[in-house]
């Protein structure tokens, strides 16, 4: 979404809603599903070259699961409110690299299907929330932590 700096200069708050899509952005981990993040928000003329941004993302993002990577559904509601500084030879201001960033530094470090989820087993890589697997959980260990195996 791009804005032309001659008309913010003239308006004091412009208010904008649009969709951002997957195809528009670059440095995500998660993905968006197919209804993309509703932004809405204004810009406010501060001074000449300043803006108060302020807006809201509402989103569902999709992330693999840390245990057994099944697609995720997180609902996520971002706020973000930051000054932008714009150069006297700058025409246009682009709000994606900024929406980009807003997800970016929300986004979850972990991301569970559930709390109990089982995970894949180490050996076979089978899905452990659907089917139990015959592998040998202990069968292949270091002889050096014997001790540790008559913990269990």
Do not use: W
């Not at 804005?3 to 649009?18: A, S």
């Not at 995500?28 to 928000?41: S, T």
């Not at 299907?113 to 899905?127: F, M, Q, T, V």
């Amino acid at each position: 979404m791009n804005f032309e700096i001659n008309k913010l200069l003239q308006e004091k708050i412009i208010p904008f809603e649009f969709v951002v899509r997957n195809t528009d952005l670059n440095d995500i981990e998660g993905e968006l599903d197919e209804n993309g993040a509703l932004v809405r928000g204004t810009i406010e003329k501060i001074s000449k070259g300043n803006f108060l941004m302020t807006f809201t993302i509402e989103m569902t993002m999709i992330f693999p699961c840390a245990r057994c990577l099944e697609p995720t559904p997180i609902d996520c509601l971002y706020d973000y409110t930051d000054t932008v500084t714009v150069e006297d030879d700058e025409a246009i201001l682009d709000l994606l690299p900024i929406v980009e960033e807003c997800i970016y530094i929300n986004e979850p470090f972990r991301v569970l299907c559930s709390e109990d989820c089982a995970g894949l087993c180490p050996k076979c890589g089978n899905n452990l929330n659907h089917e139990q697997c015959e592998c040998d959980k202990f069968g292949d260990y270091d002889p050096r932590f014997e001790a540790l195996k008559n913990l269990l």
